[in-house]
């Protein structure tokens, strides 16, 4: 046996100790050397990670028979085991999870995990708007369901007949591996990723901090110049976070802009039919026109103006998005020359004499 490290010693075991001897001993000592329960010393640090070492080796059957015998070429590194020295506390526990978390059943009285905040979760919506909100900007009120702060156990999800005992599943971690066997770390199914479960919590959230409140009331403003589809993230308006160690999730408002009875929107540009009758249209005439922000302003329309002509009304189309600097766009009208299906006799007399005009023929 070349490694030189006497992992019993380390562990305080004999070398006839049963594996499940093997595994109290290191609980133990994980708890005595934890640099948490040290002020995070770095001597405990390294006795820590020197006595992961020597679980890594001795709670291995395979690998403690291979250290075991004397005729054995056994190196720690070079068989395989991790770099325990460069590895984090975070990294070490995900380690022993991937072997079968030697911590699943044993309640440390602390973790890392339990203290960290936990966002809340998102809440997605739908906001359907008219043009006229797209150029003024708006504030929606609205009813949705959420999770908010329990009121009768301020959001931590215990009582007095409660206490906190670390997850089983993780082991305080609050994270655990995907159970088909895919390196990919996920939040622990079995505390949400608390790192604990609570024991008789509290009857009316459960334990979860959270109660889904129907009725809840939110407003926000949106912007002037939102695009059709454009995702809005409203930061603390979404779900409160589990027992109240963290902030809110957000609320994503996707936005669906409705179609106009007169404007039709390009990007940034309001189109819209300009009707004309076929006299106007050859003698030039004036009109009023009403914006989509409620103004009317007067338009001169040329003399022989023809069907599919634009006219170009520039800063009356839609702002950019959240006032951002740049121009806005523009309301373009289409002419469309209009001409009456029927004539009286009267009409009919004056056109056949039109007919005989010079720029008529």
């Not at 009121?151 to 999800?157: D, I, L, V």
């Amino acid at each position: 046996m070349v490694d030189t490290k006497d992992y019993y010693k380390i562990l305080g075991v004999d070398k006839s100790a049963s594996q499940d001897e093997i595994k109290k001993a290191f609980r133990k000592l994980s708890v005595k050397w934890h640099p948490d329960r040290n002020n995070g010393s770095k001597e405990a640090e390294a006795k820590f990670k020197e006595i992961a070492e020597a679980y890594e080796v001795l709670g291995d059957e395979a690998k403690r028979k291979e250290y075991d015998n004397p005729k054995s070429k056994f190196e720690f590194h070079t068989n395989g085991g991790p770099d325990f020295a460069h590895m984090n506390m975070d990294d070490i526990f995900k380690h022993f999870h991937m072997r079968g978390n030697p911590f699943a059943d044993f309640d440390f009285g602390f973790n890392q995990q339990q203290d960290k905040p936990i966002k809340g979760g998102n809440i997605r919506i739908n906001m359907k708007l008219t043009l006229e909100e797209v150029m003024n900007g708006c504030t929606k009120k609205i009813r949705i369901k959420r999770f908010e702060p329990c009121t009768h156990c301020n959001g931590t999800g215990m009582t007095a007949e409660s206490r906190r005992k670390t997850c089983k599943t993780c082991g305080g971690t609050g994270t655990a591996f995907d159970p088909n066997g895919f390196m990919i770390q996920r939040k622990c199914p079995t505390c949400g990723g608390s790192g604990y479960i609570i024991e008789n919590p509290c009857k009316y959230c459960n334990g979860h901090g959270v109660v889904q409140n129907s009725t809840s009331e939110i407003s926000f403003t949106i912007p002037r110049g939102v695009e059709d589809g454009m995702q809005i993230e409203y930061a603390g308006l979404g779900n409160a976070s589990p027992h109240g160690k963290g902030t809110n999730g957000s609320l994503i408002v996707t936005i669906e802009i409705k179609e106009h009875d007169v404007f039709e929107k390009q990007g940034r540009d309001l189109v819209f039919d300009l009707n004309v009758n076929v006299v106007e249209a050859m003698l030039g005439c004036t009109k009023e026109i009403n914006t989509l922000d409620g103004k009317t302003i007067k338009v001169k329309i040329p003399q022989g103006t023809s069907s599919g002509s634009e006219l170009r009304f520039k800063g009356y189309g839609l702002p950019r998005y959240g006032n951002t600097i740049g121009s806005p766009g523009n309301m373009i009208g289409i002419v469309s020359v209009t001409v009456p299906k029927t004539l009286n006799d009267n009409e009919r007399k004056l056109i056949e004499e039109l007919k005989k005009q010079e720029h008529f023929k």
